[in-house]
């Protein structure tokens, strides 16, 4: 049986690493029929999942589906699971194939009325303290500003924590690219955030817009 308990950590890089080995452990213990790991697995991941489902997606509605979908896959492969990635990098890869293919659906049938803003979901899943905005809803708007490439990696990196190799795993992607990406990302970012501030900025010093 696979204790929920995790080791003791110094630092938020040895906290994440502790976290992800253990999310492994599960995985693998799950693979040998452990019912508890299986439901430690699911619990550890399940957020990430959801957020990570709602900056692919164009659906909102379709989040919790892509999810479930998403760890009805990866359950029925833990049998080809060995370890040698994160089981976080591993269900992430799930996912982003089980969104794709779910776009694949959608492309093949009529479309029957618009697809809903997307931003919905992801403000529904993400945490509300963001460091450096006062408001997750700011960063949504932000980020819907980005081709959809540099918006990925910059969810996979920096909201949901995964290293850029993992993040390359996950995406499909040469790791380089992914830093690339990352880095537009930024960049854009930055900008938008100094445009939208500049306005009040003016105002403060009484300068005419």
């Keep these: 049986m696979i204790t929920p308990a995790l080791p003791a950590a110094r630092g938020k890089g040895d906290k994440a690493t502790s976290l992800d080995e253990a999310i492994t452990a599960w995985a693998l213990a799950a693979r040998g029929g452990d019912a508890d790991a299986v439901e430690h697995f699911v619990r550890a991941l399940q957020r990430d999942v959801q957020r990570y489902v709602a900056h692919l997606c164009g659906d909102p509605q379709a989040v919790d589906d892509l999810a479930q979908d998403t760890f009805l896959r990866a359950l029925g492969s833990l049998h080809r699971f060995e370890g040698r990635s994160s089981a976080r990098t591993w269900l992430l890869s799930i996912a982003r194939r089980a969104v794709i293919d779910s776009y694949r659906y959608t492309a093949a049938r009529p479309r029957l009325s618009d697809v809903p803003d997307w931003q919905l979901a992801v403000e529904?899943?993400?945490?509300?303290?963001?460091?450096?905005?006062?408001d997750g809803v700011a960063l949504l708007d932000l980020l819907a500003s980005l081709p959809d490439e540099r918006r990925e990696a910059f969810v996979l990196t920096q909201l949901l924590g995964l290293p850029y190799a993992e993040a390359a795993e996950a995406s499909d992607c040469p790791i380089g690219t992914v830093r690339s990406r990352v880095a537009r990302a930024r960049a854009a970012l930055t900008e938008l955030l100094a445009e939208e501030d500049e306005p009040a900025v003016r105002a403060r010093e009484g300068v005419p817009a």
């Design 124 to 134: 529904l899943a993400q945490p509300i303290d963001l460091p450096g905005f006062d």
